[in-house]
């Protein structure tokens, strides 16, 4: 049965499962290191069932000590392993902030390219399903901001399955964020598809009036706010960028030079969030064709709030609709 | 509660005092660990006299069958270590580096836990295990490269399994631990070494790497350098107990030695590597030492330290204990040491010439190796840095230079 399988509906939790199986069985120098990964599968299942079948010595229930599960993966990366290590939460990452970007994302440059750490951080991240304090947030910024990291954020099933499989192929330090609040959407995944490159973006809806940027957990909310707008009789395009770091500028500017408006879409704070940047190089690379200053629609510089108020804090329909109007107003 | 917990604490406090004040049990609390201070193991006495006795056999086992020529060459290793150690210091004061961690003191130290080395093992170190460097065969030259602020790191860890620097202290530990972990996986029987300090035994990160070796039975052995100061900071101010005995909260065996003594360094280093490699899991070793000079070029130990602490320590040096040793069993003559002088003055020569002879990075350096499958934004950035050095270029050749006549 399983060898006529090319393509399954998988929720996005379960294709990262896959992914990470596809590996464990590829290159016997693939480990899973986390808090509660082994025997429970994660606290959100993502690996469930791959101690079972790989053994308690790769699939790696860690002592509670971020910096200890990042630092002991970077020595196990430079005994020649490639680690697969997941924070638990987001807000949980910060103990092993130091580790991550003090020594894994300088390594490969400070030993002039002879040493490489392919390790893989998996964050789940954001907000929206009702969680207590630190468990909701949105990172990326802190670590997008760091050379030597590379950032991405599947916004679906296939690229969840895909851009780990390219993710743990990186020779690079990727950090992945995991949507969690999608963890449960289903999709897709051809198993014997060629994905294109992990870091360029994709138009997941072509239009012509403004262009709404995202990744992870707002592509299906810019999706649904084009599909509104599209009975307003305007006419959204909405670009998943997938990788925030590297991030497919040129892509951008393609579609804002067609759409000349830009309104981008992120749960993590506004404020010197991956928006700014976006903002500010879209600002230098299309200023003549833009007819509306870039906007962004994204958390407030304020403790992400009580799960009875994240609604409010989190970028919505409306909210985004709202800043659409904005920019079409110009 | 109260009553059984007051009962319990009675017999610690000295005989005839009253429930004191709290200055009187910080007073008798200060006394009972100074006068507790813990032995040590040592093989070799500050006069070079060899020390047998039934607490140090476990670990004088390990060095029975050391011949006069080792003893010879460990005694070469420690003064050519110090003679390159001065030159980098001399190197600084001239300005050729823009900063030098001296390891002026900790040679027996470094030199004793090296040589326990094979060359299958792994080091990590931190900034200062110069001696520890040598002992890898690390070219001592390329040591200076990250001094002289032209990389910052400049060999391949994998050359002579000796890492780069660490110089976020205690962070290479956990890479110690993982890379143990990832010897146990492979079936190999290496062992890793981590350095660090005193200081470092506050740090999370070596409290982590300390569970996670011990969960996982990692075949590591951290080395502790005490060399007495983090900066300005006395050991006090790390520990209310001496470091090595820290093991034992996470379960495995810790033991002091005498930092400064390089025969026992060696001994209780292979002891401890032998446990790594039978399977026994990680050993902390307390190396208590000294360090007799600044923590580094920037630092001026004299507002913190006084002058009688460091004469103390001279007398237990390292260097002079093996020499005393070396000459009363007859192992050497003078033309030992001529030699070992001369050998030692061509090092310095070398390493001077070397470092005056480095070239500074070519710019575009900045943009080498940012990341091994490379990165979009760095190769935009690095276009835009080109185009900017060539608008001078452009200048420079279509007018003034151009039409100076230069060389």
Redesign the interface.
């Known amino acids: 049965m399983a060898e006529t399988v090319t393509s399954k509906n998988l929720a996005l939790a379960k294709a990262i499962n896959e992914s990470l199986r596809r590996a464990l069985e590829a290159d016997p120098k693939v480990l899973i290191m986390g808090e509660d990964v082994g025997k429970l599968g994660g606290v959100f299942r993502v690996t469930d069932g791959l101690q079972k079948d790989f053994g308690e ?1 790769r699939v790696i229930d ?2 509670l ?1 971020e ?2 599960i ?12 490639r680690p697969v290590v997941e924070i638990q939460f987001d807000g949980f990452v910060f ?1 092993a902030y ?2 991550i970007v ?2 894994l994302a ?11 750490l392919p390790v893989v951080v998996r964050i789940p991240y954001g907000g929206g399903i009702g969680a207590v304090e630190h468990h909701s947030e949105s990172p990326e910024a802190l670590f997008a901001h760091v ?2 990291l ?1 950032i991405v954020s599947p916004s679906n099933a296939s690229d969840a399955y895909w851009m780990m499989q390219q993710a743990i192929q ?3 330090p990727v950090i992945f964020f995991e949507p969690k609040r999608r963890y449960w959407d289903k999709g897709e995944v051809n198993f014997e598809a060629i994905p294109g490159p992990l ?1 360029k973006a994709q138009v997941v809806r072509e239009g012509t009036d403004l262009t709404l940027v995202a990744y992870g957990p707002m592509v299906k909310l810019c999706q649904e706010v084009a599909a509104a707008a599209a009975e307003e009789g305007k006419n959204l395009e909405v670009l998943d960028l997938r990788s925030v ?5 040129d892509a951008i500017q393609t579609s804002v030079e067609k759409t000349r408006r830009l309104v981008v879409v992120h749960e993590a704070p506004v404020f010197f969030g991956s928006g700014a940047e976006i903002a500010a190089r879209i600002t230098e690379r299309c200023f003549y064709h833009l007819e509306a200053p870039v906007l962004r629609v994204g958390g407030y510089h304020a403790p992400y709030p009580p799960a009875r108020l994240e609604e409010e804090y989190l970028p919505g329909l409306d909210r985004v609709l709202d800043a659409v109007d904005r920019a079409l107003a110009y | 509660m109260t009553v059984e917990s007051t009962a319990a604490r009675k017999p610690r406090r000295s005989a005839g005092s009253k429930a004191g004040t709290t200055g009187t049990e910080r007073t008798t609390r200060t006394t009972a660990r100074k006068s507790a201070e813990p032995e040590l193991v040592q093989l070799l006495t500050p006069e070079g006299k060899r020390v047998k006795n039934a607490k140090n056999a476990e670990y004088a086992k390990y060095v029975a069958g050391v011949t006069p020529e080792e003893l010879r060459g460990l005694y070469r290793d420690m003064v050519l270590t110090r003679r390159f150690d001065a030159e980098a210091t001399a190197l600084q004061r001239q300005g050729e580096l823009g900063l030098w961690a001296s390891l002026l003191g900790q040679e027996a130290a470094q030199i004793g836990s090296g040589r326990a080395l094979r060359d299958d093992d792994y080091v990590f170190p931190t900034y200062r295990e110069h001696g520890v460097a040598w002992c890898r065969g690390v070219d001592p030259a390329n040591l200076l490269g990250m001094f002289r602020g032209v ?4 060999w ?3 050359g002579n399994n000796f ?2 620097y ?1 110089i ?1 202290i205690g ?1 290479q ?11 146990a ?2 079936g190999a029987d290496s062992a890793v070494i981590a350095y660090f300090g005193d200081g470092a035994s506050s740090q ?2 070596v409290a ?2 300390f ?2 070796s011990a ?1 996982y039975n990692a075949p590591v052995v951290f080395f502790c350098q005490n060399n007495q100061w983090a900066i300005s900071e006395p050991t006090e101010k790390q520990t209310r107990v001496p470091l090595y005995q820290r093991a034992q909260g996470y379960g495995f065996p810790g033991v002091r030695v005498d930092g400064n003594d390089v025969l026992a360094c060696l001994a209780v280093t292979r002891w401890a590597l032998d446990r790594a490699r039978d399977g026994e899991g990680p050993t902390l070793v307390e190396a208590y030492t000294y360090r007799m000079g600044a923590h580094t070029t920037s630092d001026d130990p004299t507002k913190y330290r006084a002058d009688e602490e460091r004469e103390a320590w001279e007398a237990k040096d390292p260097i002079l204990r093996l020499r005393r040793h070396l000459e009363a069993s007859n192992h050497t003559d003078e033309g030992f040491f001529a030699e070992l002088e001369a050998e030692s003055e061509a090092l310095g020569r070398r390493v001077r010439e070397a470092v005056r002879a480095m070239p500074d990075p070519d710019r575009f350096a900045i943009f ?6 490379g ?4 190769d935009e950035e690095r276009a835009q840095f080109a185009a900017y050095q060539a608008s001078f270029a452009t200048e420079s050749e279509s007018g003034f230079v151009a039409g100076s006549g230069g060389n």
């Open positions: 010595s860690t002592p000590a910096s200890g990042v630092g002991t993966a970077i020595g196990l990366a430079l005994r020649g392993y103990p130091d580790q003090t020594q300088k390594m490969h440059a400070r030993s002039l390219g002879k040493v490489k050379s030597g590379k990186s020779d690079d870091h770091s590297p991030m497919d500028f | 990389n910052n790191g400049g391949d860890p994998n890492h780069l660490t976020v962070s530990t956990l890479h110690a631990t993982g890379y143990a972990m990832g010897v996986k492979d999370g990160d982590e790497s569970t996670f969960v080498e190796n940012v990341y091994a499958d990165h979009a934004l760095v």
